[in-house]
């Protein structure tokens, strides 16, 4: 069983940073490419940031680009997204994602910017 789950959430202030964990189980991780997506209150989910089986190659989607960073440690079958500069629009919730013979989320994580 494909299993997702993401921790590292909170709240912060405008600027602050956080770290977002995914950790996996249930697949060969090192297989697969990974992504982050997000939800905010009212608003259509969208993806955030996606890396490679290897880490080879990574991709934002444009209102994260320079602020955020994907990484994964294939020996700890677990990815990361490291939040910087952080806005009040970035309020959602944070989910991990893979694709496995169909769509696999874990629960999610509340990730609110407020000052």
């Known amino acids: 069983e494909v299993r997702l789950v993401e921790s590292g959430g909170g709240m912060v202030q405008p600027g602050g940073s956080l770290r977002l964990s995914c950790a996996t189980s249930g697949f060969i991780f090192s297989n697969y490419d990974m992504i982050w997506g997000r939800q905010a209150p009212g608003k259509d989910p969208e993806w955030v940031s996606g890396?490679?089986?290897?880490?080879?190659?990574?991709y934002y989607t444009d209102s994260v680009k320079g602020r955020f960073a994907i990484s994964r440690d294939n020996a700890k079958n677990t990815v990361y997204l490291q939040m910087n500069s952080l806005k009040p629009d970035d309020t959602a919730v944070y989910y991990c994602?893979?694709?496995?013979?169909?769509?696999?989320w874990g629960q999610g994580t509340q990730v609110t910017v407020s000052s």
């Open positions: 994602y893979v694709w496995i013979r169909g769509d696999h």
């Open positions: 890396i490679y089986n290897n880490g080879a190659r990574t």
